[in-house]
Every structure is written in C-alpha cells, then in structure tokens.
C-alpha cells in the first residue's frame, strides 16, 4: 500500500487564499453587474444611510471569500491524500476557470460608477475576501 503524502500547511493555506480571494472578487464583478455593488457605500446622491445593495454586497463577497477558502482548503488536503477522483478535480478545474471568465467578462463591460468609487469598491473586496479567504482556510486545516 503507497503511503500518503503531505503538503506543507502552508502551500494549502496559501492556495486556499487565493482560490477564496478569486471566488470573492469574481462574485464582486458579477455583483456589481446585476447592481450588488459596494461602490453605494461611497455615494453622496442616496438619501439613505446605506443602500441595501452595498449591504448584500458586503454579506456575499464575505460568504464566498470564507467558503471558498474552506472548501478549497479541504479540496487540496483530500487531494493530495488522492481521495479525490482525476475527473472530479478536472471537474473543478473547469468550474473555477469558467466562473472567472464569466466575472471577467463582466467586468470589461461599461460601468455607471465612478473610476475612483470603483478603485475603492475593489480594494475593499479584495480586502475582505482576502481576510475571509484566510479565516476559512485556517479553520479548515485546524479541523483536518
């Protein structure tokens, strides 16, 4: 029976990372399309104290930064153990790669908002889901 290899926590870690980081800001380019955008945050235009889109924005880009993190982290440990099937991981591969072409897609598109409204709007997802990316990650391979 061949014995299990292991990756450094660390080489996990930062993977998740990044695929969380990813998912987050491709779920913030396609938010902002369909008008989930943080950019509401800065407007001066709105009377209310928040739009409720800027709100879900936060709320979703944070949930998909936190699970994709924790997915993937636990993703790559299955794998390297090689509990996951070679067409599961193409499987996968494809869904990333098609999701960010689609955020990619509609981030080259014409935007209503401000370029510095969306400079800061991009920072702050890249931000949150950078945190949130790291906080699933850990708690994945705490529990692995």
């Not at 980081?21 to 779920?27: D, Q, T």
């Not at 936060?58 to 982290?73: D, E, K, M, P, R």
């Not at 993703?75 to 494809?94: C, D, E, K, N, T």
């Amino acid at each position: 029976m061949p014995e299990t290899t292991h990756f450094p926590r660390y080489l996990i870690l930062g993977g998740a990372m990044i695929s969380g980081v990813l998912l987050a800001l491709a779920v913030h380019m396609l938010g902002a399309r369909y008008g989930l955008d943080l950019g509401g945050l800065w407007r001066s235009d709105t009377r209310e104290f928040m739009p409720a889109g800027a709100a879900i924005a936060w709320w979703l880009i944070a949930t998909v930064g936190f699970s994709g993190g924790y997915f993937t982290a636990n993703l790559m440990h299955s794998a390297v153990s090689g509990q996951i099937p070679q067409r599961m991981r193409y499987f996968l591969v494809v869904l990333g790669v098609l999701i960010l072409a689609g955020a990619g897609q509609a981030a080259a598109a014409p935007s209503a908002i401000s370029t510095v409204s969306a400079v800061l709007a991009g920072l702050a997802a890249l931000c949150l889901g950078a945190a949130m990316a790291f906080c699933g990650a850990y708690f994945a391979l705490r529990k692995a």
